[in-house]
Each structure stands twice: as C-alpha cells, then as structure tokens.
C-alpha cells in the first residue's frame, strides 16, 4: 500500500511539473522542485547547472505555450524508488519547438515529495508544413 501511495505521489508531482513547465507557472513549479534543486542543461555549447531561483528567472520571462495554443505532449517512460525516501522520472514533454528529454531526482522528506535535480537534453524539432 505504501509503494502504491508513493508512486502516486511521484504522478503527481510529475502532473504538476508538466502543467508549471506548459503554463510557465513558476509558482506552480515551486510547489514540485525542492528549495535547494539543481537545474543542469547538457546540451553541448548551452551547458548550464543552476540553482531553482536561477531557473525560475528563465521560465518567468517565456512566452507560455499554452498561451500560444501549443499541442501539449509529455510522457513519463518509468519511475523507479530507491527505498523510501528517494526516485528516479524518466519523462518527457515537447514544447517550444524541442523534445525535452528529462532525467529527474525526486526526494522526500519534511517537504513530502519534490524534484532535487532536472538534468536534461532536448532535440530541435522541425514544423511540419
């Protein structure tokens, strides 16, 4: 029952990262990462490792792609625990021209369930006629 509440717990969080990320809701994003996360882009020459308010700062000044009217796409390909206090998403979400692929850390503790690390790639993509 408890590994059942968990991953639900993680879902959500994810439900909640994908909504921030698609409405370019900081505040909404605040509530899924951990105060002290790392935000690591590594893509070669746009190499970046962040701090969240870092981060945040970036995403407050995009163009929102539900605003825009963008088709939204996110996956989560697999969540896996390492005991009880700690899981790895592998999860995905196109917007803004780019496949983001994400590679997530989440941890639990006096914040229940947060994101501690993005490290993520992303794929250009192209726009078909």
Do not use: C
């Not at 105060?35 to 882009?41: F, L």
């Not at 070669?44 to 407050?60: I, K, R």
């Amino acid at each position: 029952m408890a590994e059942q509440q968990a991953f639900a717990d993680v879902t959500a969080i994810m439900t909640g990262y994908f909504d921030g990320l698609y409405h370019a809701d900081t505040k909404q994003l605040a509530q899924v990462f951990h105060p002290d996360a790392r935000y690591v882009n590594m893509i070669e020459g746009d190499y970046l490792n962040q701090s969240l308010s870092e981060y945040f700062a970036m995403v407050d000044k995009r163009t929102p792609p539900a605003s825009t009217g963008e088709v939204r796409d996110d996956s989560i390909f697999s969540i896996q625990f390492g005991g009880t206090r700690m899981a790895f998403v592998h999860a995905s979400m196109t917007m803004m021209d780019r496949e983001y692929l994400d590679f997530l850390t989440l941890t639990r503790d006096q914040h229940g369930w947060r994101i501690m690390s993005k490290v993520f790639t992303y794929i250009p993509k192209t726009r078909e006629a």
